[in-house]
């Protein structure tokens, strides 16, 4: 990515100039967050639109391979336990 001398207008809102910086590119391929940090992209001082370059994209594409990243197994904790109402609850049969 070519880094001008001068700020160049935002495409997006016409009124920010945008200017290099590092962000943390996220994508979702397949039901994974795909995250990857410090990657160098274009920011807007007053919209905060960002533009990434394409080939970079593509070369975090082929680092996760043809075959996409792999299956998201994580499943988060149960905070809360359900128990149903006493009304819901099968009766039982006193002896």
Known sequence: ???PNNKVICPACHLGRI???TVTFL????GTLISAANTPAWECDVCHERHIDPHLIHRIEALIGPGG???NKYQPPRRYKFVKAKKD???TEKK
Not at 27 to 30: A, E, L, R, T
């Open 1 to 3: 990515m070519e880094i």
């Open 19 to 21: 200017a290099p910086k």
């Open 27 to 30: 994508s979702m391929y397949d």
């Open 69 to 71: 990243p792999p299956p």
């Open 89 to 91: 609850l099968p009766k």
